[in-house]
Structure formats: C-alpha cells, structure tokens
C-alpha cells in the first residue's frame, strides 16, 4: 500500500492511522500520540511557512536551509507543550479552553524564535528565521491544532450519533451564555439537536444572531416552529420570567412540543451536559411566581438575638419558616414537632445551614400535652412564637372532628395561652383559607383557633382570673401575672402551597409515574396556589408588621383549575390526557368546596405597605362566649361524640355550612330526626 511513499510520510501515514483507529474505537489516545502529534503539526507549519514565504518554491526553501529551525522550533515546542500540559486534554471532548492552551504554547515558541531574530539583528548576525516566516508559522499552527481538535470532536459525534436525524429545537431563557449553551446541546452524543434559535424578550436582540441561532420574539414562534418543525423546547432551569415561560409552554403544549429544563452549568457532568439530565418541566415552574423581594434587613433587625419557637416545625410551613430564621443570627430556635422522623430529618437540613448546635434546640412534643409545653416555656422563655401545628387534610378532619378540636383548637388554646403567661411577645399563628365560610371541620376548627387568639389578644387582662384559675387547678400554687408588655397576637391566612405533604401535585405526580389515571374531584373545582418559600416570607413578614388582633391575608393570584392543572402535568410529562393517561372525576369529597375564599362575605380589607398582604376585617359576631365555649367544644371532644362536636361547633361559627358531608342534617332544623336531638341532649 504505500509502495512510491518517502519513509518519512509512511512513518506519519503510520501514526496518524494509529490514532485513527484509537479515536474509531471511542478510546482515548495515549498522551505520547497527542504530543507527538501536535509536534509534528507545527513542524509542518514551519516548513509550510517557508515554503509559502519563498513563492512555494521548494528548490529555494532547501536552499535557505529549514532543517536547524525545524529542529530547533520542535525543541521548543517539547518545552512549552509539557509546560502548558496540552496532550491531557481528551480530544473528541475539547473544549476552547484545550485550544487556547494550545495556542498559548505555539505564541511562546514563536516569541522565543522571535527573541532570538532581535537578538541577531542587535549583534549582527544571521537570523535563524526570518521574521516573516515566523508570522506565517505562528498563524499556521494555530489554526491546525485548534481545527483538528473541533474536527477530531466533530467527527467523534458524528460517528456515535450515527444516522440520527436532526431534532429542531428552541431555547428560553438567560441568554449570557448562548455559545456555550447552544454548543451543549449540539455536542449531546446519544441525541440529536439543531438548535434554532432563542426566544427573547428583549427587543434589542430580536433579529440578532448567534452562531447562526437567532433571537426571536414570543410572537414569532409560531410561525418558526411550523417553519423548521421545531420538537422541543429548552427552558434554562435559571429563568425568572414566570410568566413569559408559561405562555410559551402553553403555546409548546398545545401544539405537541415537548419541553425540557436544561439545569444550571454548575451541575453538568464535567461541564457537559448529558440527555440524562434534560428533565420534564415541573407544574411548580408554572404556577410559582417572581421571588418576593422583601426588605431582609429589616427581617434581620427584628428577629436577631431573638429566641423563637416554631411548633409543626417540622412540616411544610414550619419546616421553611425554620430554614429562613436559621439564615438569620437569631439566639436560638426551639423546634417543636410530635413526628420523631421529620424532625430528624429537618435537623439534618439545618446542618448543611449552620454547625452552632446551641442555637438549635429539637423538641419531639405534642402541642395538646400542657405540662410538655410548659416545660418548653419555662426552660427557653421563647419571645416569638410561630404555631404551625396542626391537621389540614379535610376529607380526614371530616372522620374525625374531635382530632381535630384536639388538635387544631386544643393545641392551639395551650400554646396561645401559655405564651401570654410567660410574656411572649409576638404569637404569629398559621391559618388557613379554609377557615373563610367554612363548610369543613377542619376549616371550621381552624376559624374557631382565630376567634380564640383574638379573643386573647382584645381581652387578655379581662381573662386573667380564668387563667390562673385553670393554672390553680393545674396544681400551680401561686397565680401568674400577666406582664406589661402584652402578647401580639397575628393571624395569617393563605391557601395551597406547592408540594406541601400530602398536596394535590405529588399526588398527581405519582399518579402520572404509576400510568394514571389521575383522580380530580370534580370538573369544575378551582384552588389557589403559592410557593412554600413565597409564602412563609409573607408569614415572617406579617409577624414582624403586626401590631397585635391583625388577621393578615395574602395576595394568591390567579386561580388554578384542577383537571387543567392534570392535563398540563400530563403533557409536561411527555404524555397525552385521554390516551397515555386517563383523567377520572371522583366527585367531590366529604367537607370539599367547588373553590376557596380569601374572604368572608362581611369581611373587608386593609392595604398594607406590602402589595401582596392586606389585613381583613373580620366580622366577630358569635365571640363574645368564645372563651367558655371554647372550654366546652374541648370538653365534649374529649368525649369523643362526633356529632354533638360539630353541633357546637355550628352554633360558634355560625357562617359554617356543611357540604357533601355527613353532618349536612345539623345545618337543617326540620330534618333533625327524634334520636338525634336527644343523643344532642345527652
């Protein structure tokens, strides 16, 4: 075969088979063969330079004597190469960096040669190459050992995506790194993706060009994705654009464009992003909304040096509200949850926050045990105090009422009153939605905690003897005096969070990953919804404006229509609704309504310095007996008699109006049977 060949050439021919056939294997080639051949590259580039130099006469390039030169640059070379360690690098995976290494050694080379000519002309001797030739040398090599890397790479691609067709896709999101990003993408091995363009909401940069990409506006896009048949659309996971992303994805999803998040370069596969890693878009991304920016100094003001207690602490509420206070320099932070293994692992979150272990106390407590939580009390004397203990599930409230005084009022009522005992300065307490015009036990057992806590807050002094009544026969000797600075009680109400236990969206998630069907109650029920985060800001927020009887609401948005919410997660997740998976309506469930309400029908509101949290001002009709009748729904719940509980319960609230619930009879005077009426009176 290589019979008429120079031994020279078939030496080179030799060894650039070899690495051929290491780089058709997807091995990687030894260092030796790299550096030998990045060698080999500039010496051909200086005996390209002067053959160039002198006409392309090689007869003249003899002549003038390249020989000592060629020896000479690849001495240098030798230096510079391990100096700058450019054979390291793998080569079917180069990036610009491996080639600026490159180029940065070669630069070294010809500056030494390039010494060396002004050396000579400053002592008058022959100069070993002509600058001219060192010019065309320096370009020369350059250029071939940044191009056969990109082509070496290019190559490798090709080779392993085969005969793949081209998938035409767009990219949304921050644009600062649009090489780099579109380059990602284009080199995956196992896919392949043309990227067409970026979609841009600044205007500056419609019409504009990068590596043949362009940026287009939101209303060009439907017509580039018929146009080049766009298949996916890309969304950087760091995009802050909430809305812009929705309406785009709307637009992808109805018209059968996947979508998949790209996640943020720092955690790519060394620096590579692989197709593992390209996941479904999340419903969160859609429904959540731009960060709320909140004035963190003054936050950090009013909670430093501060000791905290959060009860719940270990759920979704309380569980962030502890994360935020723990980037704060509070004195200490008394977590208080009655579930062992939650608390665990919050605890674990708070390490990878702070390693200060006396600024964390952890306490497995149950809100409804008073001696337990006098003891918390007594031993850390908390200053603010956030209850987020409590149950919330409805359809299970609804089975048991009395758990749900227990609990919710119960645990509340101890909580509330100890801290008015102990002189706590601020009790935030988390509400609920579910509390406005309830048609729910739990909605119900919440608004009555309200009433309870306001009912502390208008009229703590005019309590004080049936405090230390109930402390006498707790068996404390002496009675309590409620201190000057009296306790701010503040009320905070918000509807659904997203990805609180045991919430509508995981649920729907598992449904979608076992292949469906996905269960909604009814075609027509609508919530509201907000961030976790977003939502515990607003609470600490709250507790640091309010000035004590305050029922603080917060702004939820635009309200959400569940089977839309199931269709949307069903094609963010690659799927069609009414084929792949199935949507089931399962009516609605025991105490559920059509939708929530942010207020009650005689409840006006109050704008405060925050657009996103107003202060309700509640109709407090039916409270004046809230203490005692309080006293009395704990005492028959105690007893565990469902019915007579809820009937208490009714005459306290009286907006609460059962629905599709068991307990729809009490609401109707004419419908109460004879049995009844007297299991009431017993």
Not at 117 to 135: D, E, K
Not at 262 to 291: A, C, F, M, Y
Not at 464 to 485: M, V
Request: proline share 4%.
């Amino acid at each position: 075969m290589g019979r008429g060949f120079p031994p020279t050439i078939m030496n080179n021919f030799n060894l650039l088979y070899t690495f051929y056939n290491f780089f058709k294997k997807k091995s990687t080639a030894p260092r030796w063969i790299i550096f030998i051949l990045d060698l080999l590259i500039c010496a051909f580039s200086l005996i390209f330079a002067y053959w160039l130099r002198f006409n392309m006469d090689f007869e003249t390039v003899k002549q003038y004597g390249f020989v000592v030169p060629v020896v000479f640059i690849t001495i240098l070379n030798i230096v510079f190469f391990r100096l700058f360690r450019t054979y390291e690098g793998v080569i079917r995976l180069s990036s610009a960096q491996e080639g600026v290494r490159c180029v940065s050694a070669v630069f070294w080379s010809f500056f030494a040669l390039l010494t060396s000519v002004g050396l000579s002309a400053v002592m008058r001797l022959p100069h070993l190459v002509p600058t001219s030739v060192l010019i065309i040398y320096f370009f020369t090599a350059s250029f071939l050992l940044f191009a056969y890397r990109i082509w070496a790479k290019a190559l490798y691609h090709k080779s392993l995506k085969g005969k793949l067709i081209d998938d035409n896709v767009m990219i949304f999101g921050t644009t600062i790194n649009g090489v780099f990003l579109k380059n990602a993408i284009e080199s995956m091995t196992d896919r392949s993706y043309k990227v067409i363009g970026f979609i841009e909401g600044n205007k500056n940069l419609w019409g504009k060009s990068i590596d043949q990409a362009k940026f287009y506006s939101f209303e060009q896009v439907p017509g580039i994705a018929e146009k080049f048949t766009i298949k996916y659309l890309f969304v950087t996971a760091d995009d802050p654009d909430v809305e812009m992303k929705t309406k785009i994805v709307d637009y992808c999803l109805a018209n059968n464009i996947a979508v998949k998040v790209i996640p943020v370069i720092q955690k790519w596969i060394n620096g590579h992003l692989q197709t593992t890693q390209l996941k479904n878009l999340k419903i969160e991304d859609l429904l959540s909304r731009p960060d709320i920016k909140l004035p963190a100094e003054h936050l950090q003001a009013f909670m430093a040096g501060k000791i905290i207690l959060i009860t719940g602490a270990a759920g979704s509420i309380g569980s962030e509200i502890v994360m935020q206070l723990a980037r704060i320099k509070v004195k200490q932070l008394i977590l208080c949850d009655n579930r062992e293994t939650a608390l665990h692992e919050l605890q674990y979150d708070l390490q990878q926050i702070t390693t200060d272990n006396n600024t964390i106390v952890l306490s497995v407590s149950d809100v409804r045990n008073r001696q337990v939580m006098q003891h918390l009390f007594e031993n850390y004397k908390p200053e603010v105090v956030f209850h987020a203990a409590a149950y919330k599930h409805v359809p299970l409230m609804e089975m048991h009422p009395c758990q749900a005084i227990t609990n919710n009022v119960l645990g509340t009522k101890i909580v509330a009153d100890l801290s008015v005992q102990y002189g706590v300065e601020r009790f935030v307490f988390i509400s609920t939605d579910k509390a406005i015009n309830p048609t729910n036990v739990m909605g119900a057992s919440k608004r009555i905690a309200e009433m309870y806590i306001g009912k502390l807050q208008s009229g703590q002094r005019q309590i004080q003897k049936i405090i230390d009544q109930n402390s006498r026969e707790a068996g404390k000797k002496d009675a309590f005096l409620i201190k000057k600075n009296n306790t701010k009680f503040i009320i905070t109400r918000f509807g659904n969070v997203l990805g609180s236990n045991g919430s509508v969206i995981p649920r729907f998630q598992k449904q979608i990953d076992e292949g469906g069907p996905i269960t909604v109650t009814h075609p027509d029920i609508i919530r509201y919804f907000m961030t976790i985060p977003e939502a515990c800001s607003l609470v600490l927020e709250a507790g640091r404006m309010g000035n004590g009887g305050e029922i603080f609401v917060f702004d939820m948005g635009e309200p959400v229509k569940i089977v839309d919410l199931a269709n949307k997660m069903i094609k963010l997740s690659g799927l069609t609704p009414g084929k792949e998976i199935q949507v089931q309506f399962t009516g609605l469930r025991p105490g559920e309504k059509l939708y929530e309400e942010l207020l009650n029908v005689n409840e006006e509101v109050i704008p405060t310095h925050h657009e996103k949290i107003m202060i309700s001002k509640v109709n407090k009709i039916g409270s004046g007996t809230i203490i005692k009748d309080v006293d009395d729904l704990i005492t028959l719940a105690r007893k565990n008699k469902d019915m007579v509980v809820v009937k208490h319960m009714k005459s306290i609230v009286l907006e609460y109006k059962s629905k599709n619930s068991a307990y729809e009879n009490l609401d109707k005077v004419e419908g109460t049977s004879p049995a009844f009426l007297a299991e009431l009176q017993g």
